[in-house]
């Protein structure tokens, strides 16, 4: 078994951050092993590696981490 953990799959559409870049993007697609994504107000679709992707996490009105 490996300790790897699997990279996050979003569904198409779904706003994400990418680590990497420090950015939110919605997911488009996902193809040779790069994640497809644009932001969310439209304009160029930019790439990252699957492991940079990962869920937004809501944040309370107290800054507290809530549930995604």
Do not use: C, F, N
């Not at 979003?10 to 706003?15: A, D, F, I, K, Y």
């Not at 994400?16 to 107000?41: A, H, K, N």
């Not at 930019?46 to 981490?65: C, M, N, S």
Request: glycine letters at 14%; hydrophobic letters at 30%; zero cysteines.
């Amino acid at each position: 078994m490996s300790d790897r953990a699997k990279p996050y799959r979003p569904r198409e559409g779904e706003t994400v951050r990418d680590s990497r870049r420090r950015l939110t993007g919605v997911y488009m697609d996902t193809q040779g092993g790069w994640v497809y994504l644009r932001p969310e107000g439209g304009g160029v679709e930019w790439t990252a590696r699957p492991e940079h992707i990962a869920p937004l996490v809501d944040l309370g009105a107290d800054g507290e981490e809530g549930a995604a």
